[in-house]
């Protein structure tokens, strides 16, 4: 299973971004879908991520200014990130726990990561 993030860019303070996510590869079913980030000098940390049934949980950071989605049909998932702040600065991780068909016919359950994609918010 692989993932490509898109999205990432230079804002201004209070700015907006949209980072999306596409999976590929002999996907059955996503579980979890989500959002992380690292910024420099610190490690990863959840940003959003949304169930299968729409459930989602958000940092407290971001609660009220960014926003999680999926769409199972297109295998995305997106984050729609208003209100941006200098400290939101960071390379955006997507991620996703699908079940696929392994090279034997097995089902293989293992987290995918996408490569990245650079958000940088200045003040």
């Known amino acids: 299973v692989q993932l490509q993030a898109s999205g990432g860019g230079s804002v201004q303070d209070g700015g907006s971004l949209r980072l999306s996510c596409a999976a590929s590869g002999r996907i059955i079913s996503i579980t979890e879908m989500g959002w992380y980030r690292q910024a420099l000098g610190k490690q990863r940390e959840l940003v959003a991520t949304?169930?299968?049934?729409?459930?989602?949980k958000y940092a407290d950071s971001v609660k009220g200014r960014f926003a999680i989605s999926r769409d199972d049909a297109k295998r995305m998932v997106y984050l729609q990130m208003n209100g941006l702040k200098p400290e939101d600065t960071a390379v955006y991780y997507c991620n996703a726990d699908p079940v696929s068909l392994g090279p034997d016919g097995n089902f293989v359950a293992e987290r995918a990561w996408g490569q990245g994609t650079l958000v940088t918010v200045s003040s």
């Open positions: 949304m169930s299968r049934d729409g459930s989602t």
